[in-house]
């Protein structure tokens, strides 16, 4: 008997001219494929294609077609689930995007997943082979429990030298615009230790000596944390995470994550605008605080990347100008940024909205790096421009070269700055052709 197949597509963005965003290796692989690959029951025959590096097999004979998106990708996500429902394929989505604008993705698809699909993943399959598929899925975690993921699945993929674990899922925090808050409402799910535990052996096993922990805020549960890192630190592997900046104040919770192998912590400091993050429901954030806890970290042997956005209420042209010289100031080695986007789904789409300062009406045109609402101290195409003009600032030569080279512990890491210099250097190619640097 002729098994069942079913086809896991990771969409990639478009650029400008709306075309694919391809890119010749994938280093941040995600994990949501390969836990569902897992989850698939054993008599299907899976396939996964990473649209960043392969290309989309319409003509595929798979059954069943999954597609999965981050961010504004899902607007090819959507591209490529009309093309296949033309061809006569059964197309669900999922991922956080579409299940933000659940009603609206389900236009596009046979079944949307909503939240997490653990509990519901099974049913699914169960369903389709039944003939009864339903239109969405949803069904709360109260734990968090997840098979191996199936990476024998993509292995033979161009991708980078570290694997993705999970620790945790959800946050404490409320940030308005952030779409882990609108999905889990400070909800914050935490794995076994000795399942997280098992994962990274899996990785180690099959030949990596790195991993990506995917934790929205790892330090949420401090003494999980101190546990966690006493396993990882047995294991002899090298990590890398993202968590507050808070962290910056505890140097002993720094010095025994350092100690067990964590290379770099990426941070959503999101501005330098006390006004701003007060906009975004972030005001527990300190700006001013930033530069000591960065340094602590920085001084703990560990190498700080941020992500921030421009365009919040308490952004002027000149607090965007001020954000290159915080980056260059602090050596920040990964700096990324966002125009502050509403994503429909979230407390803040609604806030605008309801004040009638959407400026874009069309959510497809959404890409992140163009302004779509109305800013409070600038016009939608000022915001637009301070946004390139901040990115070629940071990712100019000069800046480049005083956050990765010209730093007093060069030597003593020589390999990860310079790695940490061909990164920027790369971003920088992409700046240059309006392509916002991104992990996917």
Same mark, same amino acid.
């Given at each position: 008997?002729?098994m069942?197949?079913?086809?896991?597509?990771?969409?990639?963005?478009?650029?400008l001219?709306?075309?694919?965003?391809?890119?010749?290796?994938?280093?941040?692989?995600?994990l949501a494929?390969?836990?569902?690959?897992?989850?698939?029951?054993?008599?299907w025959?899976?396939e996964?294609?990473l649209?960043t590096i392969?290309?989309?097999?319409?003509?595929?004979d798979?059954?069943?077609?999954?597609?999965g998106s981050m961010g504004?990708a899902?607007?090819?996500?959507?591209?490529?689930?009309?093309?296949?429902?033309?061809?006569?394929k059964?197309v669900?989505?999922?991922?956080?995007?579409?299940?933000?604008?659940?009603?609206?993705?389900?236009?596009?698809?046979?079944?949307?997943?909503?939240?997490?699909a653990e509990?519901?993943?099974?049913?699914?399959i169960?369903d389709?082979?039944?003939g009864?598929?339903?239109?969405?899925?949803?069904?709360?975690?109260?734990c968090?429990?997840?098979p191996?993921?199936r990476?024998?699945?993509i292995?033979?993929k161009?991708i980078?030298?570290?694997?993705?674990?999970?620790?945790?899922r959800g946050?404490p925090?409320?940030?308005?615009?952030c779409s882990?808050?609108?999905l889990?409402k400070?909800?914050?799910l935490k794995?076994?230790?000795?399942?997280?535990?098992r994962?990274?052996t899996?990785?180690?096993?099959?030949?990596f000596s790195?991993?990506?922990?995917?934790?929205?805020?790892?330090?949420?549960d401090?003494?999980?944390?101190?546990e966690l890192?006493?396993?990882i630190?047995k294991l002899?592997?090298?990590?890398?995470?993202?968590c507050?900046?808070?962290?910056?104040?505890?140097?002993?919770?720094?010095?025994?994550?350092?100690d067990?192998g964590?290379?770099?912590?990426?941070?959503?400091?999101?501005s330098?605008?006390?006004?701003s993050l007060?906009?975004?429901?972030?005001?527990?954030a300190?700006?001013?605080?930033y530069?000591?806890?960065?340094?602590?970290?920085?001084?703990?042997?560990?190498d700080v990347?941020?992500?921030?956005v421009v365009?919040?209420d308490?952004?002027?042209?000149?607090?965007?100008?001020?954000?290159?010289k915080?980056?260059?100031?602090?050596?920040i080695?990964i700096?990324r940024?966002?125009i502050l $986007? /509403?994503?429909?789904?979230t +407390?803040? *789409?609604? =806030? #605008?909205?309801?004040?009638?300062r959407?400026y874009?009406?069309?959510?497809?045109?959404?890409?992140?790096?163009?302004?779509?609402?109305i800013?409070?101290h600038? $016009? /939608?195409?000022?915001?637009? +421009?301070? *946004?390139? =003009? #901040?990115y070629?600032?940071?990712?100019?030569?000069?800046s480049i070269?005083?956050?990765?080279?010209?730093?007093?512990?060069f030597?003593t890491?020589?390999?990860?700055?310079?790695?940490y210099?061909m990164?920027n250097?790369?971003?920088?190619?992409?700046?240059?052709r309006?392509?916002?640097?991104?992990?996917?």
């Amino acid at each position: 008997m002729k098994m069942k197949k079913l086809l896991l597509i990771q969409s990639t963005p478009y650029d400008l001219n709306r075309k694919p965003i391809k890119k010749k290796k994938l280093y941040f692989v995600g994990l949501a494929l390969p836990l569902l690959a897992a989850l698939t029951p054993q008599d299907w025959q899976v396939e996964i294609v990473l649209e960043t590096i392969e290309d989309i097999p319409f003509d595929t004979d798979a059954d069943l077609i999954a597609i999965g998106s981050m961010g504004h990708a899902i607007i090819r996500t959507i591209d490529i689930a009309e093309e296949f429902k033309k061809r006569g394929k059964t197309v669900i989505l999922g991922g956080y995007m579409v299940s933000l604008m659940a009603e609206e993705a389900g236009k596009y698809c046979d079944s949307v997943v909503i939240g997490d699909a653990e509990n519901v993943w099974g049913r699914v399959i169960e369903d389709y082979q039944k003939g009864e598929l339903k239109s969405s899925y949803k069904e709360e975690l109260t734990c968090l429990k997840t098979p191996l993921p199936r990476f024998d699945l993509i292995l033979k993929k161009n991708i980078g030298d570290f694997l993705p674990i999970q620790a945790g899922r959800g946050c404490p925090n409320s940030c308005s615009f952030c779409s882990v808050y609108c999905l889990y409402k400070n909800k914050y799910l935490k794995r076994e230790i000795a399942d997280v535990i098992r994962d990274i052996t899996q990785i180690k096993e099959l030949g990596f000596s790195k991993f990506l922990l995917l934790d929205d805020n790892i330090i949420a549960d401090r003494m999980y944390l101190l546990e966690l890192c006493g396993e990882i630190k047995k294991l002899n592997m090298q990590w890398a995470s993202q968590c507050s900046i808070k962290i910056g104040d505890d140097k002993e919770l720094l010095e025994i994550v350092a100690d067990s192998g964590c290379l770099a912590l990426s941070f959503g400091l999101e501005s330098i605008s006390v006004e701003s993050l007060k906009y975004m429901d972030k005001s527990w954030a300190k700006p001013k605080e930033y530069p000591e806890r960065i340094k602590n970290i920085q001084a703990a042997g560990i190498d700080v990347s941020t992500e921030m956005v421009v365009g919040a209420d308490g952004d002027t042209l000149q607090s965007i100008q001020d954000t290159a010289k915080f980056i260059s100031d602090n050596k920040i080695v990964i700096p990324r940024f966002y125009i502050l $986007t /509403p994503i429909p789904g979230t +407390k803040y *789409y609604e =806030d #605008l909205r309801a004040h009638h300062r959407i400026y874009k009406e069309d959510i497809y045109s959404y890409n992140g790096s163009e302004a779509v609402h109305i800013p409070k101290h600038m $016009t /939608p195409e000022e915001l637009t +421009k301070a *946004y390139w =003009d #901040l990115y070629n600032e940071v990712f100019s030569i000069s800046s480049i070269a005083k956050r990765t080279l010209f730093r007093k512990d060069f030597f003593t890491k020589m390999d990860r700055y310079i790695f940490y210099f061909m990164i920027n250097i790369y971003y920088r190619y992409q700046i240059k052709r309006k392509i916002t640097p991104n992990i996917i």
